[in-house]
């Protein structure tokens, strides 16, 4: 069967060359570029647990040598801290990378890939789908033809499969400005991300009043300031005297020695692609939507996007057209990317709206800052994971269900399962390989071998149950679960969110969840995409 066409090689891109490299299907990536990044310090992404911890599964490189994991979050409003928050291990600490850094690893970890080829200095400039597949036409020093069993446009704001496919992209233009900063200079607090609204200081020039301050490796800083709604030039001089102003409010009055490394404006769009897919085409990243304001990144959402459609991607590719599988990445990924910006949407008139409702609504500076801290922290409407629980892929009503702390369609917790070779793993080690995880919640087993309970009560019941499933599983014991009784059977997706909860061994409605998970009867599925495509 030809390979998946990638066309993109940022971040999102390269995730999801490796998501489908790890499950077994070839890839072409085609890269316009030269095959490497331009180095710029104050072009950085934040990552939050889940997707920091899926780039590091399928590089292999602990992204926190690479970028700076927070120690702590302090929040100001002129001289008053509003917020702090240790980073303990409780609370699990955002990771701030360089971009080019992060596209550097992704890069590595693609060499020798054997299931991989990119091709550089390749622009995209032409489609053409049939039923059985897609071709892609590209242009330049090796421009030619391009044979792809799918394809997916993962190539930025200004995608070009997108215009190709007739998408639209509504939205608006320029919802907020930040002139950006990236230098090296020691600060009062030590690798502690700082968010100040309404700094005593004067600031030159035009200002909203908000700077962020987000530490990264070798005592390097990026700095943003966020500008009034308008076009107003930010000049050189201005970004050098707002700097200087900036880290002598914070040291007390004078200016800090300091080393200049890039300067940027960034400027935050919120957009919403109609359709994320057109038969055997996708869309992935800002192809498919834009939103960054209050501390949401879109880079976070992106791998979010590889991670959902890579392992259906697979599952069609290695047994056929699976159109309610594939279809249901736009009906999940789209909510939850339309939801963020619907919350967004509805916070900035808050924030931004000066001091007017501040002075009627009693505790709203508190509550402005709570808004703020979920969106650059992760969590809330704002910035947390979003959930699938209205899934096409939701198994309807099972009698064994039974509640747990995690929600249906919602990321799982990470804890410490025995697999089935005995040994000790985390549970997110096992995503995205393509099998369903069933897991066992069985207190007590972690003390001793497998072999002393593997064939003892409930478990040759469920490994049975496991083996007649309609995909893959594989089947692993946890000491505990959070809000799970012992015997709790969870059903876990390939991208890490929760099918169902049962309450022991249920042979008929685990295989049910399963089915429903990956959209119905594969068979029958095929069999329906072999007709339509007769048609």
């Known amino acids: 069967m030809d390979p998946v066409i990638i066309v993109g090689a940022g971040p999102v891109g390269l995730t999801l060359a490796l998501a489908l490299a790890r499950q077994e299907v070839p890839c072409v990536v085609l890269d316009e570029g030269p095959g490497k990044d331009e ?9 939050r647990e889940d997707t920091a911890a899926l780039v590091e599964r399928l590089s292999g490189v602990p992204l926190a040598r690479a970028g700076a994991r927070w120690a702590g979050w302090r929040s100001m409003r002129r001289k008053q801290v509003m917020r702090e928050i240790v980073f303990d291990g409780t609370e699990p600490a955002p990771l701030h990378i360089a971009q080019h850094v992060l596209t550097g690893a992704l890069r590595a970890a693609l060499t020798g890939e054997r299931l991989v080829k990119v091709a550089v200095d390749s622009r995209l400039d032409g489609i053409e789908q049939e039923p059985s597949g897609v071709t892609a036409h590209t242009r330049g020093p090796k421009g030619t033809w391009w044979r792809g069993s799918f394809l997916v446009g993962c190539d930025g704001p200004r995608s070009t499969v997108r215009k190709l496919q007739d998408i639209r992209f509504p939205g608006r233009t320029a919802v907020e400005r930040h002139a950006v900063a990236a230098l090296r200079t020691e600060l009062p607090w030590y690798d502690e991300a700082l968010l100040h609204r309404l700094p005593p200081w004067r600031m030159s020039g035009p200002s909203a009043g908000e700077v962020t301050a987000r530490p990264l490796p070798d005592g390097v800083w990026r700095l943003d300031w966020l500008l009034p709604p308008g076009k107003d030039l930010v000049t050189p001089e201005l970004l050098l005297t707002r700097i200087r102003e900036t880290l002598a409010g914070w040291a007390g009055g004078t200016t800090p020695p300091y080393e200049l490394l890039d300067t940027g404006v960034h400027t935050v769009h919120h957009r919403l692609a109609r359709r994320w897919r057109a038969d055997r085409v996708f869309l992935a990243g800002d192809a498919a939507h834009l939103l960054g304001a209050l501390g949401t990144h879109g880079l976070d959402e992106g791998l979010r ?8 991607l697979a599952l069609a590719w290695h047994h056929g057209p699976h159109e309610a599988l594939l279809d249901s990445y736009q009906t999940e990924r789209r909510a939850v990317v339309a939801a963020r910006l619907r919350a967004a949407d509805q916070a900035l008139p808050l924030l931004r709206g000066g001091a007017g409702l501040r002075a009627v609504v ?8 709570a808004l703020l801290t979920e969106g650059h922290l992760g969590h809330g409407q704002l910035g947390a994971p979003g959930a699938y629980a209205d899934s096409p892929l939701a198994p309807e009503h099972l009698d064994g269900q039974t509640p747990v702390e995690t929600p249906l369609g919602a990321p799982v917790t990470d804890v410490r399962v025995t697999a089935e070779d005995g040994t000790f793993v985390r549970l997110r080690d096992r995503l995205g390989r393509g099998a369903l995880l069933v897991v066992l919640i069985a207190p007590g087993t972690g003390v001793w071998e497998r072999k002393h309970w593997v064939g003892a009560g409930i478990m040759p019941q469920l490994a049975a149950a496991v083996a007649a499933l309609p995909h893959p599983a594989e089947l692993l014991v946890a000491e505990s679960y959070p809000g ?10 390939p991208d890490g969110h929760l099918v169902t909860a049962l309450g022991g061994v249920r042979p008929a409605d685990l295989y049910a969840a399963a089915e429903a998970t990956v959209g119905g009867p594969v068979k029958a599925q095929a069999e329906a995409g072999a007709s339509a495509g007769s048609r």
């Open 39 to 47: 180095p710029r310090a104050a072009r950085t992404v934040v990552l």
């Open 305 to 312: 996007d590889a991670d959902n459609l890579a392992w259906k």
């Open 362 to 369: 009693p505790g709203s500076s508190r509550g402005h800052d």
């Open 484 to 493: 799970a009784a012992a015997h709790t059977v969870l059903l876990v997706r």
